[in-house]
């Protein structure tokens, strides 16, 4: 890798750490996240992803950015399924953003819907993320709170079968990107925006949900 790809990798790995290592996500993959918690972070994706799947069907016909507005990766029906399982019915009003989701929402909604390079940034951080580690998450979800695919379609993406050939096929769009230079670095930044924005929700869902402490033996 060499391209414009290695270098938005490069320009994030330690945000990446950081959320691998020491964020809610970190906790999640620990299983020491209470119930209540994870349904709190569904609830979190589905405001991130309504706005990310707007701003998706607003650039599919943008030369630059409609490439990446693939239908296949629209998350929102599945989060939908998933809070519905989780809280029952009624689970709409359990949809409430925390202020940092709210502030994301209103960058994505505010920039993502013109301008290919912000939608990009935004697009990358959270696909090209559910397609790696996020497949690690899913799983972990699924056994630390007993679900099957009901609780956690989210994680599942039924119309991409091959992850890994997906996101081969994605570097290639990125490194193939016709922005000029200084569009370029706009997106870099954008991305590390995203990643800082990502990483205050799960600052402040660590916050509302402690760790679970295991029940004495
Ligand atoms: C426990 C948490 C996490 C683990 C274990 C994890 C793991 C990974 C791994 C192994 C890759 C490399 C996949 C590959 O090269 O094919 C990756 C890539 C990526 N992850 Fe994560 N990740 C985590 C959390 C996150 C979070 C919270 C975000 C964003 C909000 C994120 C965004 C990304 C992105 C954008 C990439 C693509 C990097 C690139 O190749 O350009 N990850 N992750």
């Known amino acids: 890798m060499t391209g414009f ?33 994870f349904a709190a972070l569904t609830a979190q994706y589905l405001i991130i992803y309504r706005e990310l799947e ?21 998350r929102v029906a599945a989060l939908e399924s998933d809070l519905a399982h989780l809280h029952g ?5 359990h949809a409430v ?8 929402a209103e960058r994505l909604r505010e920039h993502c819907h013109t301008s290919p ?20 998450v899913g799983r972990r979800v699924a056994a630390t709170y007993h679900l099957g695919t009901r609780g956690t379609a989210f994680y599942h993406f039924e119309q991409i ?19 000029p230079a200084a569009e370029l670095d706009t997106l870099v ?8 924005l990502n990483a205050a929700v799960f ?9 679970e402490l295991a029940p004495a033996a």
Do not use: C
């Not at 925390?98 to 994301?104: G, I, L, N, S, W």
């Open 5 to 37: 790809a290695a270098r938005l990798r490069k320009a994030t790995m330690s945000e990446h750490r950081d959320a691998e290592t020491r964020s809610f996500i970190a906790r999640l993959m620990g299983g020491t996240v209470p119930a209540a918690g």
């Open 54 to 74: 707007a701003a998706a069907l607003a650039m599919r016909d943008n030369p630059v950015a409609g490439e990446f507005a693939d239908p296949a990766l629209s």
């Open 89 to 93: 019915p009624g689970w709409e009003a």
């Open 97 to 104: 953003p925390v202020e940092a989701t709210r502030r994301y």
């Open 117 to 136: 390079a912000h939608f990009v940034a935004h697009h990358y951080v959270r696909y090209l993320g559910d397609l790696s580690g996020g497949q690690l």
């Open 161 to 179: 079968a091959d992850p890994k050939a997906y996101k081969t096929v994605y570097r290639a769009r990125l490194d193939a990107l016709d922005l």
């Open 189 to 196: 930044a954008e991305t590390q925006l995203a990643f800082t």
């Open 203 to 211: 600052q402040e869902l660590g916050t509302a949900y402690p760790e």
